[in-house]
């Protein structure tokens, strides 16, 4: 597929800056986010520490890790097929999905929309592996982590249910 020649390294995937652009991006994101969520007290306690989960701390950084795979998903994808297209940007749409979280729980409480948000979540991480499964076997392998911890915290909040 042809590229328009002004088209910037992060949407063409190419150069020596483009995979750390596409991880960067999402990890700048991510911390410019939750700063401000801390800052601004939105990022509550949810009442205590939900069993089996790891401190807020850990689960931060397990984000910040998930969303620079997203980033390099979106980096294989396109190095591998050409397209930039739609497909492309899918996993930066999961991201924003992942980012959004805190806003739609009311500052990370568990509640119904959490219980939601996570279903949401997990199958948006599925539909994006398959839809970048034509590049090649790279991109939706890195979205796979994303899936397991979906998954995991999904299946704490059904054995753990808010009392």
């Known amino acids: 597929m042809a590229t328009h020649p002004h088209r910037s390294p992060l949407v063409r995937a190419q150069g020596p800056w483009a995979l750390g652009a596409n991880v960067?991006?999402?990890?700048?994101?991510t911390i410019a986010v939750n700063g401000f969520l801390f800052a601004s007290g939105l990022a509550r306690p949810s009442g205590g520490q939900m069993p089996m989960i790891p401190p807020g701390a850990v689960v931060g950084l397990i984000?910040?890790?998930?969303l620079g795979l997203m980033g390099a998903a979106r980096?294989?994808?396109?190095?591998?097929?050409?397209?930039?297209?739609w497909r492309s940007w899918t996993p930066y749409m999961?991201?924003?999905?992942c980012i959004a979280y805190p806003f739609y729980t009311s500052g990370l409480q568990r509640n119904g929309a959490a219980f939601w948000g996570t279903v949401v979540t997990l199958i948006a991480a599925?539909?994006?592996?398959?839809?970048?499964?034509?590049?090649?076997?790279?991109?939706?392998?890195?979205?796979?982590?994303?899936?397991i911890w979906?998954?995991?915290?999904l299946s704490v909040m059904i054995?753990?249910?808010?009392?």
């Open 24 to 29: 960067g991006l999402l990890i700048t994101i």
């Open 63 to 66: 984000w910040t890790v998930l």
């Open 75 to 85: 980096w294989s994808y396109v190095r591998g097929s050409g397209d930039i297209g």
């Open 94 to 97: 999961l991201g924003a999905l």
């Open 126 to 147: 599925v539909l994006v592996m398959f839809t970048l499964r034509r590049s090649g076997p790279r991109a939706p392998w890195l979205l796979v982590p994303t899936a």
């Open 150 to 153: 979906g998954g995991y915290v």
């Open 159 to 163: 054995a753990y249910p808010p009392m």
